[in-house]
């Protein structure tokens, strides 16, 4: 497939406790990332949609990076790490200004100087604005000027976003856009490669009783009829992911690693479950990244002809229950006979019209207001406005009087009445609230 790119990528990279996941949270303004004293909290990559200045981007904190490493966690770490280094269109390499400038600095500069991306050097850990002399150190690295910062007072990260959105690639044009992606995803061996050759009716995908025969993103082109028009999507089969894939190594580890990123490719995953078996941890883990990625899901219960009624409808109980967050559409389906296929697509479409939800101005705002005055919110709040502020998935701002009074309990009422009204089920709603004045 051509490169016909999403939103640019930003990795945030650097050895071990530099801070890293504390930069990412402050550029996010949200505690996503977690942050703790220890080093190697962070092990995986971790996207999250940001945006500075008008510039929308993907930004990516990453595991620290220890160039030494050649085997164990370290080293799967450090591969994370280059594999966002890889993808990247401009690189945060973060450095420790209490440490000063270290071999492994050095090691991971050399690296980041030889990749395609731009290259940004921040120094975290300066939180006395009167005294930025350590950073001059850094000019050691040969990745130009270092920026001071501090991602625990805040201090110099809008400068250093300036710097960073400045070096953003420009916007692929509108007849460049990619297509809107549907991601088959799910344990080994549910039964994705069989369902996507029952979709393209031929046998694209290989399938095999042994679990694990997929080990990449395998890509169709299909074309959807729904209500009378026909759209296009990008069709993707993944290889299974299983248990403990961050401890995985070989194809395990690469799978789960496509996977990944074909969920980050996509505007709807479809997780396909096994009817029988239910809903386990494995797939629980893979609806968390979806939504971690910002993307929508449907829930397809597979093998629906070896159970009866009564098991579809538990299982279907059991999504609602365990995905409370996303609360996931469920089909049943049968790739093995080819009983309801033919819906797994519209499915998919319907979906992915709710992941583009643009609502008007005028209607959001009276809608919100209806609810409030259904149930009011706490005594000293009051909800002036409410507008959405992005598609893809649909992002709304509330504007109140003290925002920070409004408890979560109070915008998970505005969100499931927002996600009821507009169909948005399964979808990564994103809901802010900012002070009116």
């Known amino acids: 497939?051509?490169?016909?790119?999403?939103?640019?990528?930003?990795?945030?990279?650097?050895?071990?406790?530099?801070?890293?996941?504390?930069?990412?949270?402050?550029?996010?303004?949200?505690?996503?990332?977690?942050?703790?004293?220890?080093?190697?909290t962070t092990r995986d990559r971790?996207?999250?949609?940001?945006?500075?200045?008008?510039?929308?981007?993907?930004?990516?904190?990453?595991?620290?990076?220890?160039?030494?490493?050649r085997m164990g966690l370290e080293a799967l770490v450090t591969l994370q790490a280059r594999i966002a280094v890889e993808e990247a269109d401009v690189i945060v390499h973060l450095t420790d200004a209490r440490t000063g400038p270290t071999e492994a600095d050095a090691a991971i500069a050399r690296e980041l100087l030889r990749s395609r991306a731009e290259v940004v050097l921040a120094v975290n850990k300066l939180d006395d604005p009167a005294d930025e002399s350590e950073r001059y150190r850094f000019y050691s690295l040969g990745e130009g000027e270092p920026h001071p910062v501090s991602?625990?007072?805040?201090?110099?990260?809008?400068?250093?976003?300036?710097?960073?959105?400045?070096?953003?690639?420009?916007?692929?044009?509108?007849?460049?856009?990619?297509?809107?992606?549907?991601?088959?995803?799910?344990r080994p061996n549910v039964g994705k490669s069989t369902l996507l050759n029952r979709l393209l009716g031929e046998q694209r995908a290989v399938v095999s009783e042994a679990a694990g025969t997929t080990t990449d993103v395998v890509e169709s082109e299909v074309e959807v009829q729904l209500d009378g028009g026909r759209e296009r999507f990008a069709l993707l089969d993944t290889a299974g992911v299983g248990k403990r894939t961050h401890r995985a190594q070989g194809v395990p580890y690469y799978s789960a690693l496509r996977t990944a990123e074909a969920i980050r490719r996509s505007s709807v995953a479809l997780l396909v479950v096994d009817a029988a078996e239910g809903l386990v941890a494995g797939d629980l883990q893979l609806a968390r990244q979806v939504e971690e990625a910002g993307r929508s899901l449907g829930v397809l219960l597979n093998k629906r002809d070896l159970v009866p009624p009564e098991r579809l409808r538990e299982v279907q109980e059991q999504a609602a229950a365990r995905l409370p967050d996303l609360k996931p559409p469920v089909l049943g389906v049968s790739a093995l006979t080819g009983a309801g296929v033919g819906e797994v697509l519209p499915f998919a479409a319907r979906i992915n019209r709710a992941f583009n939800l643009r609502v008007r101005p005028h209607e959001l705002a009276e809608y919100v207001n209806h609810l409030a005055a259904r149930s009011a919110p706490p005594r000293g709040v009051k909800l002036r406005y409410a507008t959405q502020t992005g598609t893809a998935p649909p992002r709304f701002t509330l504007f109140a009087t003290r925002p920070g009074d409004l408890p979560e309990s109070y915008l998970r009422y505005i969100e499931n009445a927002l996600r009821e009204r507009y169909g948005l089920q399964g979808v990564s709603l994103r809901l802010k609230v900012k002070s009116s004045r």
């Not at 990279?13 to 703790?36: D, E, H, T, Y």
């Open 1 to 40: 497939m051509t490169d016909r790119r999403r939103l640019p990528v930003v990795a945030v990279v650097g050895a071990p406790n530099v801070g890293k996941s504390s930069l990412v949270n402050r550029i996010l303004g949200r505690r996503r990332a977690v942050v703790a004293e220890e080093p190697g």
């Open 46 to 69: 971790g996207y999250a949609r940001a945006e500075w200045a008008g510039r929308e981007f993907l930004l990516v904190d990453t595991g620290g990076m220890e160039p030494s490493a």
């Open 151 to 186: 991602a625990l007072h805040g201090l110099g990260v809008g400068d250093l976003l300036d710097e960073v959105v400045a070096r953003l690639p420009e916007a692929a044009p509108p007849e460049a856009a990619e297509l809107p992606g549907i991601a088959i995803i799910g």
